[in-house]
């Protein structure tokens, strides 16, 4: 008779859930994994079997999350909850997860971080709402200061739709075929000419660019802070 694996206590199940996000840098099922990869489920397991170590921040991480989603917790009181809402609610609701719905609190981390750039990139656009105006179309380059507040991978066309604003506050936006990660987390300095304009949301000047070529990277120091 196989050995039924004890129920874990919901914050310690939250950090191995923060560790196992981690040190996978990602979040991987059984779907999503390659040949010699570990599931965020299965390296939950070996944190809490002590195979592998879990750290203060992994601890300070999961209460940081447990703490955002529990927001569900009200949700679930008015009866407005999704089915996945509905279950990540429950284990909420309670001091322990069983060990079999640890598959559940494995994929919150990387939803929390989602949602977080979420929250971040509509905080920039209300910042900007208010200032944003199209750049000027010469028919020549432009160079600009530029900061990235979003980016989305296009699968399908295998490439990245890219929402940044400038030091001057203006939306600006451009698809590129590599990882925006080359345009840094600060501030990059772009070549690039006006394609287009359009309104963010109905209601925000975006100035649409091609021909987008990073030019360096600046330091916090280099660039008007007012708006970052």
Partial sequence: MAIK????????AFACA?????????????ESKGATDLTNREIMVDLLQGKLELTDADRESGEKIRNHFNGLLFKKLVGKLNGFEQN???LLDKDSVPFHKLGII????????????KEETQETIIKVAGSSQHLQ??????????KVVDSVRLALYNCWTVTAVT???NLVGFYMKTDPKELGTEYTKIRARVKGFSQYKGN?????????????????????????
Wanted: glycine fraction near 6%; aromatic fraction near 6%; hydrophobic fraction near 40%.
């Fill in 5 to 12: 694996n004890p129920p874990v206590d919901t914050s310690m």
């Fill in 18 to 30: 923060a560790g196992a996000q981690r040190i996978n840098g990602r979040y991987l099922n059984m």
């Fill in 88 to 90: 990540i609610a429950e």
């Fill in 106 to 117: 494995a994929a919150l981390p990387a939803s929390y971080a989602r949602e977080v750039k």
């Fill in 137 to 146: 179309n010469n028919r020549g380059p432009l160079q600009m200061v530029i």
């Fill in 167 to 169: 030091e001057q506050g």
């Fill in 204 to 228: 925000v000047p975006i100035t649409y660019l091609n021909y987008v070529k990073p030019l360096e990277v600046k330091t916090k120091e280099n660039v008007c802070d007012s708006l970052f």
